[in-house]
């Protein structure tokens, strides 16, 4: 070997040889570390508009401090602020196409893409997603991702009612979430609020007591009674009282089906209560009217949602009606529905606590209203439309008082609801004891 060295014919060819293996090696290895790629060293997760995830994601991109995109989606919404202006808000998200953002000191490929071909046969929305692509072997990146983003999305409607409506086979958000109502500015008769109230905690902390009996974890209320007696505003304010959202079943759609119904209630969002509201509207005594049923949903479609096969888990369901007497004993049987209450004409301890509401340092005055009102038949939001006349002045109220009284005396006077005495009211108001636990009675 010795003579060879130093012979440039071999020195050439050496070289060249090891030309040929370093380019061999680094052939193989750009193969090897594209393969590695391939298949390890890039992270991808894809996140479809099927996917409750998937709004909350859009708005994480959004976030100012990641968010790199030139490509803008504008959204434009109306809210009303805290001293009653109406301020028009535009927000951004990603629009279809390649973006870039950082996340923990990373850079993440983001690309939102929306089929034109493919739309959801049920909503006619089209089919979107957003895959997310980093250099890494390690996918906890999305996990924390994804909770950043659904903590961010439950902050923004932390003191919130989110309301739902059915739309076909899925709940969508209808408007912005609203402000929560406080549960003390729905005034019940007495005691009312705080049976529905107790038995709803006493329901919620029940759940291995259920699960132990083989009994369906799910309640339901009725409230019925007299218009503008606080029915939904109650409903509102407990669920925001509870941090619930709210899902509005519209039984008078059109073209709601069994499928679609059973579908929805199998779908409820989360932390959700369920409310059908005027169900009288819509299914009236079968023997009195056999043709009272709608196209696409029947009597028994919704039966068998209240408590059949297809009735979902964990479900809480307020029903509300101002004519209980006109529905089908079925509906409302023990079982289907658990605790019925009548809201009903303002009666005097409502009246006081209503007036003490507008008027708070006029307690002075409050008897002398209440004796004039009490017994006429006005409802809870016809006083409301009362006190806003003379929102300003406690005296001017009682004045007027014997007027007001005296026009809804005769407006009501043909309510049968009106001549209800206190053991009437009393078995209108029911709960069934069958399902409620009694431990913890
Ligand atoms: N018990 C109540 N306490 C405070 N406000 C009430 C009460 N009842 C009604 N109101 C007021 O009256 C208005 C109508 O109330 P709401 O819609 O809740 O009544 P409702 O019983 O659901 O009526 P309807 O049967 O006609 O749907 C709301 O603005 C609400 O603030």
């Given at each position: 070997m010795d003579v060879l060295k130093g012979n440039p014919y071999f020195d050439a060819g050496f070289g060249l040889a090891l030309m040929g293996v370093g380019l061999g090696l680094l052939r193989q290895a750009s193969r090897y570390s594209l393969v590695l790629a391939r298949r390890h060293l890039l992270v991808s997760m894809e996140v479809t508009?099927?996917?409750?995830?998937?709004?909350?994601?859009?708005?994480?991109?959004?976030?100012?401090?990641?968010?790199?995109?030139?490509?803008?989606?504008?959204?434009?919404?109306?809210?009303?602020?805290?001293?009653?202006?109406?301020q028009t808000l535009f927000s951004f998200s990603p629009s279809p196409g390649r973006h870039i953002i950082t996340y923990k000191r990373r850079w993440i490929a983001v690309e939102r893409k929306r089929e034109q071909s493919m739309v959801n046969v049920n909503t006619g929305q089209p089919f979107e997603s957003v895959m997310f692509t980093t250099v890494g072997t390690d996918r906890r990146i999305y996990e924390d991702l994804l909770i950043e983003a659904q903590r961010a999305a439950l902050q923004e409607t932390e003191d919130r009612t989110v309301i739902y409506k059915s739309f076909t086979f899925k709940w969508q958000q209808f408007g912005h979430p609203k402000r929560r109502r406080p549960l003390e500015s729905v005034i019940l008769d007495e005691g009312v609020?705080?049976?529905?109230?107790?038995?709803?905690?006493?329901?919620?902390?029940?759940?291995?007591?259920?699960v132990d009996r083989g009994i369906p974890y799910r309640r339901c209320y009725m409230?019925?009674?007299?218009?503008g007696s606080g029915k939904t505003s109650f409903i509102t304010a407990l669920a925001g009282h509870l941090g619930y959202n709210i899902c509005i079943l519209s039984l008078s759609d059109p073209?709601?089906?069994?499928?679609?119904?059973?579908?929805?209630?199998?779908?409820?969002?989360?932390?959700?209560?369920?409310?059908?509201?005027?169900?009288?509207?819509?299914?009236?005594?079968?023997?009195?009217?056999?043709d009272g049923f709608k196209p696409g949903l029947s009597f028994s479609g919704l039966l068998n949602v209240l408590d059949g096969v297809v009735a979902g888990e964990e479900r809480i369901l307020f029903l509300t009606t101002n004519h209980i007497?006109?529905?089908?004993?079925?509906?409302?049987?023990?079982?289907?529905?658990?605790?019925?209450?009548?809201?009903g004409p303002a009666t005097r301890f409502q009246i006081e606590k209503m007036?003490?509401?507008?008027?708070?340092?006029?307690?002075?005055?409050?008897?002398?209203?209440?004796?004039?009102?009490?017994?006429?038949?006005?409802?809870?939001?016809?006083?409301?439309?009362?006190?806003?006349?003379?929102?300003?002045?406690?005296?001017?109220?009682?004045?007027d008082a014997k007027f007001f009284a005296r026009a809804m005396a005769s407006k009501h006077k043909t309510d049968s609801i009106h001549s209800l005495n206190p053991e009437m009211i009393n078995s209108l108001n029911s709960k069934s004891k069958d399902v409620i636990n009694p431990e913890s009675k």
């Open positions: 508009n099927k996917d409750p995830a998937y709004p909350w994601v859009l708005q994480w991109i959004n976030s100012p401090q990641r968010f790199m995109a030139q490509h803008l989606t504008a959204t434009t919404s109306v809210q009303t602020s805290a001293t009653g202006d109406v609020a705080d049976e529905i109230i107790d038995d709803l905690q006493d329901f919620k902390a029940s759940y291995q007591w259920y409230l019925h009674g007299t218009p073209s709601l089906t069994d499928d679609q119904l059973a579908q929805c209630l199998s779908v409820v969002p989360q932390q959700s209560i369920v409310v059908m509201e005027d169900i009288d509207a819509v299914f009236v005594d079968r023997a009195a009217k056999p007497d006109r529905l089908d004993s079925a509906i409302i049987r023990p079982g289907r529905v658990d605790v019925t209450k009548f809201l007036f003490l509401k507008f008027f708070p340092s006029d307690s002075s005055l409050v008897s002398q209203f209440a004796e004039n009102v009490s017994g006429t038949g006005a409802s809870m939001a016809e006083l409301q439309g009362y006190f806003m006349i003379h929102k300003h002045n406690a005296q001017s109220a009682v004045d």
